[in-house]
């Protein structure tokens, strides 16, 4: 199978890599590019552990081939923080034990902040519905919905 | 004492719900258990509790039964 | 596995009518790498289509339509004001597709030409009268009903693919919509999906189309049940007869998402559901 | 040195707060490493060829052109594994059941495995290895198993009775005679999986002197340590187990599955080896719990004195045989105080996949049998279902259904609490309907041990041999800053590897806090001891004339009264030149886990068209014996809870006529997501467990005992139908509400 060759930005860097035709762009990531924070959690994308944006679009990089992502702008939960500042959204992930095991959570969190990039001040229906391309199992989503609410409210103030 | 054999150790011990043996430690009682009921090594060897009290011991055969505690046999738990 | 990424039409069709082996175009993704991650399919080519400037817009028709390109997601389709003002009953049932992530990437036409009998769009796109533009070495124009043959099988020929869904204008006093029944609140498969669209005259519907989905091997245009309605004020009795219609049309299976005695009632429900959201959007009382 | 492990019944400083977790950055920034994140240089990727039938003979497996493959390293099958045939009956079903020898008895049992230099390499190679089936007749319902002429699954058993387990006392028969009302009903639940959303995954190598290395998703990596090392002839002490971060087990990461596989490979290659299971093949071949069929019959007196209760409940093993019917039997009844109640616990073999613990293993089943038929009898009897449940309530003398008499437990303030809760009061809607339930869990405890070592700047590092599932670090720091008298942050826990410690057992049967917090505990207290003696060399007194106070050692008597306390932190400073480092360890068969008890309330609203259940409220009242992280002991509870909802509601294994799984992604089996969910609102109680120090009971698994029940009981308030099967799909409440 023939090597396909993508120059791409990731968290902000440029980077390249050559991968077959048929590889997923998380395969890319996590084998290719070291950056093991989305997970596979189900590779059909029914769980969102593998969440990511594709030019500020929200998708699971599962079902995104590597191929594809050429002259694109990824990013993914590793480039979330800014340098030793958590996202507020990390943070509130943090304060309101909205993770168990932990292994949904940063599919949650770029999931999340999607959400509130583009609807600062969700309801909980809202905020629901918009995760529910997320599967958690530990948490029964009571505190994810709590810290994502917090969130906003933070990211409200930083705004003021 | 008297010990208290939950359902499936019943079978072991000639269909008795309760038995009497003279133990101050759970392998000691275990060990009686043995010699009078040879039976009894197969669900040993499935696994097996002993319950003093309320309180469920699996592993801790050192473990001293107190005078007059209530104790029962069970079959050993797992978890998820 | 070869991967192109043309930036025509012309190119695409190229690539797919030369390939000799087997040639896929490549949308969004959602449903054709699934299946490539599921070893159902194995490919010699897939042919990406989102880097075709054309397939990504969404035009107003001279008509006072809609083309809506190939290649355009749920995601932007759902942020488009004049269409989901138009058409709420088609953008909502494309929006229902999956999550948000899936809404980023799926497309009406990808759910169209995988063909599924569940796809959530479709019922939506026929019951609004809406046509798919295909291109291959003639371009010709197909009513959606007519596009898919059977499940997983569409009337697309060889080194042809849809380049856009045009969807037409938006008639006074009409309205449309589209309702699916899931176990969950979301992520499921449509056990069964009815779309209605109709059009008012004084209250009285003149014009309507039902569809349904998931309830045979392909999604179904139900004439009877338009002719229910028509001419009605969709009162009670109409609402019986529209359910009673749906029902009769259903010719469905027994699976592991629903029992054929399941899937006849609940289109029933469905339509009656549906058919009232229409009524209303339409401005009926 | 035996410790005192009784309840102190102390006032608590830091026990008992909600502090941020110790694994928390690394866990929101995608740094925590799960059992797909590590490689190795040179590894390898292994990949399963599964049967395609649910029961075949294996008569050829040709693996002659996967091997000449280019890139291929290593092709496996039964034939390169030890022949447990005659051995030990666990490990035999163990290693038969990660790789097939003779017959494949499942769909999506493993048959031959290779490991290649990359995945599309190994994907290549599967399809080269011709497998020759014989095709089987098969069986995966329960009750179909059981009847004569089923294929039969094991030759050793009889027929597919796995065991038949009975509980209880009294005489049940003589209690129905007593009775003025006898409500009888049988009821049916389906098959569920865990639904971690982590795949099992490891990373084996293995050297030609025998000695390796494992990195695996588990539960308890000392266990896989021995199983492994014991499978496949290793020395237990030459393979080095290390636990990942785990993503989610809830009794599914407690067996071994794919790892002796990848170990054998990597020996085979001498190359370490990469073993990720797809989704697909979580479904197919880890370790859901049982399907199950029951029959229940329940007499009692027109005041609700239950005279005679009577549970029998069928559970499908899978291909082996369990102990889930003996373990079901235990739990059926546990809740009350009963003069004549039996309950048979019944093991069946059927052609699904072997097994595993599911979060309080077959006590929901059970449960929803037991508090769905109470349900019937309250409505019968025209009484409210929780003043029903209450006049039969077991307390503190109680002979329990399974045998012991209980000492303080927590079933009757649960109850209290159901009963006063404004939730009970709360205006339903129409179509809505309340149900409550309750439920019944042991908890364990175990062989655990813990070490503590304290630095010269007087900070704390733990380290336990128990995985942490849910938040445990943070509650065993909080349990040695409580013990040391020192803050939170100053106490850094780890999990060791099994190198780095004496033998633990698996985080199971919620033992984990339970059992870890107690060598915690006790670790901390040698420590002291350490302190002490070093303190009194540091002020040239008599160690008995220091006492530990609040973190500092105090010097006591008249004569020595007036010297200042010694922090812990001047104390460790000193350490280097006082007798060196500072440290505590302890090891303890940690039994006494205290059983624990929860009440669970639910409003649902059913469309009663559609047949459609929406959950609007959920509540969940549990003991707790003692919170210590409050935090992490609500999301056992919501998390317990929210695995209920979704086998009361949806999910499913689905077996076609074939005998092949229908829906083995999460597609189609369907979890809960967020959307289907309200807020769970937890009231956590605490009774303490007289066996604990700190009065722990375990927390973990209760909370999935009730919800089926309550969910099925609010069913059918909300639509007067009542249902005895679950999942409670659209489909089956929709034909329920046709034929009433």
């Known amino acids: 199978m023939a090597g396909v060759h993508v120059s791409t930005t990731v968290n902000g860097d440029p980077v390249e890599y050559v991968c077959p035709a048929d590889e997923s762009l998380l395969d890319v990531l996590r084998d290719r590019l070291g950056l093991t924070g989305a997970k596979e959690g189900c590779g059909t994308g029914d769980c969102g552990a593998c969440s990511i944006t594709l030019d500020g679009q929200l998708v699971c990089s599962c079902l995104v081939l590597g191929a594809e992502a050429e002259g694109k702008k990824i990013t993914t939960v590793e480039g979330m923080a800014d340098g030793e500042n958590l996202h507020p959204l990390q943070r509130q992930f943090i304060d309101n034990a909205a993770l168990q095991c932990g292994i949904c959570t940063p599919g949650f969190l770029v999931a999340g902040k999607a959400l509130l990039d583009r609807n600062p001040d969700p309801s909980v229906e809202e905020i629901r519905y918009a995760l529910a391309g997320n599967l958690c199992r530990c948490t029964g989503y009571d505190k994810i919905v709590r810290a994502v609410q917090a969130a906003a409210k933070d990211l409200q103030k930083q705004k003021k | 004492m008297q010990v208290g054999l939950s359902g499936p150790l019943r079978a072991a011990a000639n269909g008795e719900a309760s038995i009497h043996i003279e133990a101050e430690t759970i392998r000691e009682l275990l060990n009686r258990l043995l010699e009078r009921y040879p039976a009894m090594k197969q669900h040993m060897e499935i696994g097996i509790a002993v319950s003093i009290d309320g309180a469920i011991y699996r592993d801790n055969w050192t473990t001293k039964i107190p005078e007059g505690a209530d104790v029962y046999l069970l079959p050993r738990i797992a978890g998820g | 596995m070869r991967y192109e990424s043309p930036t025509t039409a012309k190119a695409a069709v190229d690539l797919l009518s030369k390939e000799k082996g087997k040639a896929y175009v490549l949308a969004g993704g959602t449903d054709l790498l699934v299946r490539l991650r599921m070893d159902m399919i194995e490919p010699d080519l897939m042919v990406d289509i989102k880097n075709i400037p054309a397939m990504n817009d969404i035009k107003k028709t001279p008509n006072g339509g809609f083309k809506i390109g190939a290649a355009v997601s ?33 497309t009406m036409v990808g759910n169209l030409c995988n063909a599924s009998p569940a796809a959530d769009s479709v019922p939506a796109m026929i019951a609004a009268g809406a046509k798919a533009n295909i291109v291959g070495k003639k371009r010709r124009t197909v009513p959606v009903e007519d596009i898919v043959t059977g499940p997983g099988k569409t009337a697309l020929a060889k080194g042809e693919l849809i380049e856009a869904i045009t969807l037409p204008k938006k008639a006074p006093k009409s309205g449309d919509a589209y309702l699916r029944f899931i176990p969950r609140t979301e992520m499921d498969i449509a056990v069964v999906g009815a779309a209605v669209s109709l059009t008012l005259k004084k209250g009285v519907v003149e014009k309507a189309r039902v569809a349904l989905g998931a309830v045979a091997a392909t999604p179904l245009l139900v004439k009877e049940a338009a002719d229910a309605i028509i001419g009605t004020s969709l009162d009670d009795e109409a609402l019986e007869a529209l359910g009673a219609a749906c029902s009769a049309a259903c010719k469905p299976i027994d699976d592991k998402r629903g029992t054929v005695e399941y899937r006849v009632k609940v289109a029933g429900v469905l339509a009656q559901r549906a058919a009232k959201i229409a009524y209303e959007r339409a401005g009926g009382k | 040195m035996q410790h005192d492990q009784s309840y102190t019944g102390q006032d608590f400083k830091v026990v008992g707060s909600r502090p941020k977790r110790p694994d928390g950055i690394d866990k929101v920034t995608g740094r925590a490493r799960y059992g797909a994140d590590m490689s190795a240089p040179g590894q390898l990727v292994a990949l399963m060829l599964r049967s395609p039938h649910a029961h075949a003979r294996i008569v050829k497996i040709d693996t002659s052109k996967a091997e000449k493959l280019a890139g291929v390293k290593a092709v496996l099958t039964a034939a390169d594994l030890p022949d447990l045939t005659n051995g030990n ?148 002490a030459k393979l080095k187990v290390t636990s990942s971060e785990i993503g989610g087990g809830f009794g599914g990461k407690t067996h071994v599955w794919i790892e002796p596989v990848a170990l054998a490979l990597a020996r085979k290659a001498n190359r370490p080896v990469k073993m990720v299971m797809s989704r697909e093949e979580v479904f197919k071949a880890s370790g859901p719990t049982c399907a199950s069929s029951m029959d229940v019959k329940i007499g009692a007196k027109k005041d609700g004195t239950i005279t005679s209760a009577f549970i029998e409940c069928r559970y499908s093993d899978g291909a082996f045989p369990g102990i889930w019917g003996m373990l079901g039997g235990m739990t059926a009844w546990a809740c009350y105080d009963l003069k004549n109640c039996q309950s048979v616990g019944v093991d069946v073999l059927v052609n699904r996949p072997k097994v595993a613990a599911y979060r309080a293993p077959s006590a929901p089943m059970m449960a929803f049998g037991v508090e769905s038929t109470l349900d019937m009898l309250a409505k019968e009897l025209d009484m409210d279902p929780v003043q029903l449940r209450l006049k ?92 040391l008298g020192i803050s939170y942050d100053d106490v850094k826990t780890t999990i060791g590897d099994t190198n780095s410690l004496g033998h633990n057992d698996t985080t199971e049967g919620s033992r984990g806090t ?103 409220r959920y509540t969940v009242v549990q003991d707790a014996g003692k919170a210590i992280h409050p935090d992490y002991v609500e999301g056992q509870f919501q998390g317990g809870a929210a695995q209920g909802i979704g086998w009361a509601l949806n999910e499913e294994y689905i077996y076609g006529e074939d005998g092949c799984l229908q829906n083995p992604g999460f597609l189609d089996y369907r979890i809960p997501v967020c959307s289907d969910l309200p807020f769970i609102d937890t009231k956590i109680l605490e009774i303490p467990n007289p066996n604990h120090p700190y009065g722990i009971r375990g927390v973990g698994e209760t909370s999935i005992v009730p919800p089926l029940a309550a969910i099925g009981n609010a069913v059918s308030n909300a639509a007067g139908v009542r249902m005895d099967q679950v999942p409670m799909s659209p489909p089956r409440i929709l034909k329920a509400l046709e034929q009433a």
């Open chain 4, 89 to 236: 009956a666990g490990d035999y079903a163990t290693l038969e059941n990660c790789m097939a020898r003779d017959r494949a008895l499942y769909d999506g049992h493993a048959v031959a495995a290779v490991a290649a230099i990359d995945k599309s390499t190994a994907k290549k190679a599967l399809k080269l290895i011709k497998v020759t089936y014989e095709k089987l007749d098969h069986v995966t319902d329960v009750d179909e198993a059981l009847k004569q002429g089923a294929p039969q699954i094991q030759p050793a058993c009889d027929g597919n009775l796995g065991g038949r387990y009975e509980f209880g006392h009294g005489d049940c028969e003589a209690g129905l005679k007593e009775a003025d009302v006898v409500i009888e009903k049988s009821f049916k639940t389906g098959q569920t999986h865990q639904g971690y959303i982590e795949p099992h995954a490891c990373l084996a190598t293995v050297g030609p002197d025998g000695s390796g290395e494992l990195w695996v998703t588990t539960q308890g990596h000392f266990t896989y340590r021995n199983v492994c090392a014991t499978l496949l002839g290793m020395d237990i």
């Open chain 4, 514 to 616: 339970f059992s870890s917090g107690m060598a915690t505990i006790f670790a901390a207290r040698e420590a002291i001891e350490v302190m002490k003696s070093r303190a009194a060399q540091m002020w040239d007194i008599p160690i008995e004339a220091v006492s530990w106070e609040n973190g500092h050692a105090v010097a006591t008597g008249a004569e020595h009264g007036n010297l200042p306390p010694l922090s812990l932190k001047e104390i460790a400073a000193e350490s280097p030149t006082t007798g060196g480092p500072i440290a505590g360890h302890h090891e303890v068969t940690a039994d006494g886990s205290g059983v624990s008890f929860a009440s669970h309330i639910v409003d649902v609203e059913v469309d009663p068209e559609t047949g459609r259940t929406q959950v609007l």
């Open chain 3, 74 to 106: 749920g995601a932007k389709l759902g942020a488009n004001k004049a269409i989901s003002k138009a058409w709420p009953g088609v953008v909502e049932a494309t929006n229902l597709i999956g999550s948000d992530q899936i809404q980023g990437r799926c």
């Open chain 4, 392 to 483: 039969n309530v077991a307390r503190e003398g109680t002979q329990s259904s399974y045998g012991p008499v209980y000492g303080p437990i927590g079933i009757e303030p649960t109850l209290e609490a159901v009963r006063d809760h404004p939730h009970m009061k709360a205006k339903l809607g129409p179509n809505q309907g309340r149900g409550m339930a309750c439920g019944f869990w042991f908890n364990i405890g175990g062989q655990t041990c813990s070490d503590l070592n304290i630095g010269v700047d007087g900070t704390v590092n733990l380290t336990v041999g128990t995985i942490d599932v849910g938040g445990a670090r943070a509650s065993l720091s909080l349990i040695a800053a409580e013990e």
